[in-house]
């Protein structure tokens, strides 16, 4: 059972949009920044979001990241095929020291 | 370019193993270094972390006793001592990069993994 709950999978068109959530507590995403990691079928994890809703280089603007309270949620536009992956989210959770993840959301582009 | 490889990883009965991770490309001492690992068919659980001058550890209360995280800035390595091994440690492990000095915050660069199978 992980600490941040995602739901286990979403789907949608392509060219659609989806969004991803991310429910935790006050020890760890109401008082931490949330960061988001894509994993492709077969390799390492990548960041897609960091601080909630920032995007490191050479992540396209389709891919985008909010946070309100105790949740987060990660917003993709204009699926495409090689959209689809395993997303986690990630923060720190102050009262257990320790990094915590979701459990994961697998995206299916129908 | 950074870089980080992994190794160490393989078939091993319920014992110890110790897992390596050379990094290259940054100023490693300067960064917080995680494990990172995911079960077969499962999501991603972190296992470790420690500080960049290596005097704060962190761990995941599932490995808290039986896995020691260390660091050689001398020689830009991460290690990861792993003890009493169970069946339910059979994983892939990571090393991440964090973007961070001294506590996990942001994992900005992946090895590509090491396979630990714990088997008797």
């Known amino acids: 059972q992980s600490v941040l709950t995602q739901p286990p999978s979403v789907s949608a068109a392509p060219g659609q949009k989806v969004t991803i959530s991310c429910s935790g507590s006050?020890?760890?995403?109401?008082?931490?920044?949330v960061s988001w990691y894509q994993q492709l079928p077969g390799t390492a994890p990548k960041v897609l979001i960091y601080e909630n809703n920032k995007r490191p280089s050479g992540i396209p603007d389709r891919f985008s990241g909010s946070k309100s309270g105790t949740s987060a949620t990660l917003g993709i536009t204009g699926l495409q095929t090689g959209d689809e992956a395993d997303y986690y989210c990630g923060t720190w959770d102050g009262s257990l020291r320790e990094w915590v993840f979701g459990g994961g959301t697998k995206l299916t582009v129908l | 370019e950074v870089q980080l490889l992994e190794s160490g990883g393989g078939l091993v009965q319920p014992g110890a193993l110790r897992l390596s991770c050379a990094a290259s490309g940054f100023t490693f001492r300067n960064y917080v270094m995680n494990w990172v690992r995911q079960a077969p068919g499962k999501g991603l659980e972190w296992v470790s972390g420690i500080s960049g001058s290596g005097d704060s550890t962190y761990y995941a209360d599932s490995v808290k006793g039986r896995f020691t995280i260390s660091r050689d800035n001398s020689k830009n390595t991460l290690y990861l001592q792993m003890n009493s091994l169970r069946a339910e440690d059979t994983a892939v492990y990571y090393c991440?990069?964090?973007?961070?000095?001294?506590?996990?915050?942001?994992?900005?660069?992946w090895g590509q993994g090491t396979l630990v199978t714990v088997s008797s």
């Open positions: 006050s020890s760890n995403i109401g008082n931490n920044y």
């Open positions: 991440a990069k964090d973007r961070a000095v001294t506590t996990p915050y942001l994992f900005d660069y």
